[in-house]
């Protein structure tokens, strides 16, 4: 992680100098605040940047030009729990919160948002989320259920074969009709749905190595519905495509990415039973990623056209959204834990597999949800061309 950074054109002797003149007291208050250890941001009423001190910049690797004026949202993501917290703060109310990263390389960011009462700004006190023994503890133990799960599946999937065979064999022994079918039937629907398990569980174990190429990812999203159709029609779910312009294509594995997709359709299905729409949004959106935003880049990879050096980062974003049921608030920090699911019939893996196959493509997938009002969900895949997986 590079924390050097050169400082900006606004930046003398050390201490910075405002490129927008400011009232005495506010000069004051940046002199102070380059002194701070401590990376501070100062936020107008509507969010755009009016300072950042020296730490600031070195965390987010952007030089002062590049930050005044910036809406503070195109610099740390947080979306509409960092716009929550800044209308708190207009309210003359604080307080500390986690952002996700924007994509999987980078860490996440403790931010304490501070308001400044007599002008309706924020300052913000923004630091990279130390990772807790914990949590180190925790990626190795799934590292080896990864590896106990792959173990297991090649085990169980033998005898697995050999129990449908002779199901088979044991089925066309029965006339047409014979009550006993529904007893064979059974078992070979059991085998079946073992056999998905099995599937499953070695993707997650061990997903495969993308095969990257140019893609249009609005083939993967038409791919990913004409897949899940027959679901939605049965529940009555209409579902809407947006893209907004003309958005370039990706250097992805076409089906590694429409597999991600039709998950997340599949879990949208799910939702609503009873009907309801479903919404797919594609853009190009661009980031002022933090510094480790760039960490994970190989030599030779292509910035998607960007000059080097410069703090912007194009990604494709992909937004699913359903007006389903919802999910719990206390439920949303588990969806990525291997195994766990609220459905009764589902096995936990769907999302956990959708985040690695992302991680290897160099993206993220977050979720956002509230009980009776519907999920959205974003998808980030950088726009770059890469050689291999991250």
């Known amino acids: 992680m590079a924390h050097d950074v050169a400082d900006g054109p606004g930046v003398r002797g050390g201490t910075m100098a405002p490129s927008r003149a400011l009232p005495a007291p506010m000069a004051l208050a940046a002199l102070l605040a380059e002194r701070l250890p401590w990376a501070a ?69 403790n931010v304490t948002v501070l308001p400044v009462s007599d002008r309706g700004g924020a300052l913000l006190l923004v630091a990279a989320h130390a990772q807790a023994a914990h949590e180190e503890d925790s990626t190795h133990r799934l590292a080896a259920l990864g590896r106990l799960s792959a173990g297991m599946a090649h085990e169980i999937r033998n005898p697995l074969s050999g129990i449908g065979t002779n199901a088979q064999v044991l089925r066309r022994r029965f006339e047409p009709g014979d009550p006993r079918l529904r007893f064979v039937d059974f078992i070979l629907e059991e085998v079946a749905r073992l056999d998905r398990l099995i599937e499953d569980l070695l993707r997650f174990a061990r997903p495969p190595e993308p095969r990257l190429s140019a893609h249009d990812l609005r083939d993967s999203i038409e791919r ?20 907004e312009g003309e958005p370039p294509p990706a250097y992805v594995d076409p089906d590694q990415i429409a597999q991600v997709l039709l998950n997340i359709v599949l879990n949208a299905v799910q ?45 494709l974003e992909i937004v699913v959204r359903d007006t389903g ?66």
Request: aromatic share 2%; no cysteine.
């Open 41 to 109: 941001i100062a936020v107008d009423p509507e969010g755009r940047i009016e300072l950042a001190n020296r730490a600031a910049r070195a965390l987010l690797a952007v030089p002062e030009r590049e930050l005044d004026g910036t809406p503070i949202s195109e610099v740390l993501g947080g979306g509409p729990a960092l716009a929550r917290a800044l209308a708190v703060a207009r309210d003359g109310a604080g307080g500390t919160f986690e952002l996700g990263p924007v994509v999987d390389a980078e860490p996440r960011l």
């Open 224 to 243: 990913a519905l004409a897949l899940a159709r027959g679901r939605m029609e049965k529940a009555g779910i209409r579902a809407h495509v947006e893209v």
């Open 271 to 315: 939702a609503m039973p009873a009907g309801g729409d479903l919404t797919i949004v594609l853009r190009t959106v661009e980031r002022l990623a933090p510094v480790v935003g760039r960490s994970g880049r190989r030599v030779g990879d292509d910035g998607g056209g960007a000059a080097a050096g410069a703090p912007l980062r194009r990604f």
């Open 325 to 390: 049921v919802g999910i719990d608030r206390a439920d949303l920090p588990k969806l990525f834990e291997p195994f766990f699911t609220t459905r009764p019939s589902g096995t936990g893996l769907g999302l956990s597999t959708s985040q690695a196959l992302l991680r290897q493509h160099g993206g993220a997938i977050t979720i956002e949800s509230e009980i009776a009002k519907g999920t959205i969900v974003t998808i980030l895949i950088p726009v770059e061309k890469r050689r291999a997986p991250r």
